[in-house]
């Protein structure tokens, strides 16, 4: 078992419609293994937040910044931020912001967005919330595979809509120290050696000492976030999780 995460705080950031329960079974196991495992559920995901619909992007990434001071702070640890699918915006503006918080990035099927990103602007005017996609859809955009019956049922029943505030927010970047955050990009439906694409290209090139140049594979079944798109068990070499999970 590697030690290199021993004294890290981990934050487990999950991507669009979900909460902090994606990562159980993940920050479980982190645990057993002494690592301090934090699952977050991001400002417009909490169910119980009345005001969800209208938080925005900037109320995430200063939610994230203020988890991960205290992170630091009660134990002067190193603070590792690991962000899954569309947590990529506001955790790109949280190491905008303050880069020296962060030890490490660690990108699960994700990646940096670049200045005056915006997830979905053709989004209809009007729209609110946008509910999860029907499994057969999601299956089309990411792969749902390892999960069974039980695992996509507790997935649509514990997702909560997407607030449009999120999807439809401007990314704003100002701080080239971020691109100096070190990365670890894990690729699971994303394949390994698939060059960024597009407006991505010169964002994922530049983030993390070549963010580009650090992408692995993790092919085999193992711990997996309910979406099935974190694999993280015996993927070989995957930046700072060491040889083996």
């Known amino acids: 078992m590697s030690h290199y995460l021993r004294e890290e705080a981990i934050l487990l950031v999950p991507g669009h419609w979900l909460g902090a329960w994606a990562w159980n079974e993940v920050a479980a196991v982190l645990r057993v293994l002494e690592h301090?495992?934090?699952?977050?559920?991001?400002?417009?995901?909490?169910?119980?937040?009345?005001?969800?619909?209208?938080?925005?992007?900037?109320?995430?990434?200063?939610?994230?910044?203020?988890?991960?001071?205290?992170?630091?702070?009660?134990?002067?640890?190193?603070?590792?931020i690991v962000g899954h699918s569309g947590a990529n915006a506001p955790i790109s503006m949280v190491l905008d912001a303050e880069p020296d918080l962060i030890d490490r990035v660690i990108w699960v099927d994700s990646g940096p967005v670049g200045n005056g990103h915006v997830f979905a602007p053709d989004l209809a005017e009007g729209t609110i919330e946008v509910p999860l996609p029907a499994v057969e859809v999601l299956g089309q955009q990411a792969s749902l595979a390892g999960l069974d019956s039980a695992a996509l049922d507790r997935f649509a029943r514990l997702a909560v809509p997407e607030p449009a505030?999120?999807?439809?927010?401007?990314?704003?970047?100002?701080?080239?120290?971020?691109?100096?955050?070190?990365?670890?990009?894990?690729?699971?439906?994303?394949?390994?050696?698939?060059?960024?694409?597009?407006?991505?290209?010169?964002?994922?090139?530049?983030?993390?000492?070549?963010?580009?140049?650090?992408?692995?594979?993790?092919?085999?079944?193992?711990?997996?976030?309910?979406?099935?798109?974190?694999?993280?068990?015996?993927?070989g070499r995957v930046g700072p999780f060491g040889r083996r999970l």
């Open 36 to 80: 301090r495992a934090i699952p977050v559920t991001l400002p417009g995901l909490d169910p119980q937040d009345a005001d969800r619909a209208t938080r925005t992007l900037a109320e995430q990434a200063d939610a994230l910044i203020a988890l991960a001071r205290a992170a630091r702070d009660s134990s002067d640890r190193r603070v590792v």
């Open 165 to 235: 505030t999120i999807l439809t927010g401007s990314v704003e970047l100002t701080n080239d120290n971020r691109n100096g955050v070190p990365t670890t990009i894990i690729c699971c439906s994303l394949p390994s050696g698939a060059a960024p694409r597009g407006a991505m290209r010169s964002s994922w090139a530049g983030a993390g000492r070549g963010a580009a140049s650090k992408r692995s594979a993790c092919d085999r079944p193992g711990l997996r976030t309910v979406t099935g798109w974190l694999r993280v068990k015996r993927c």
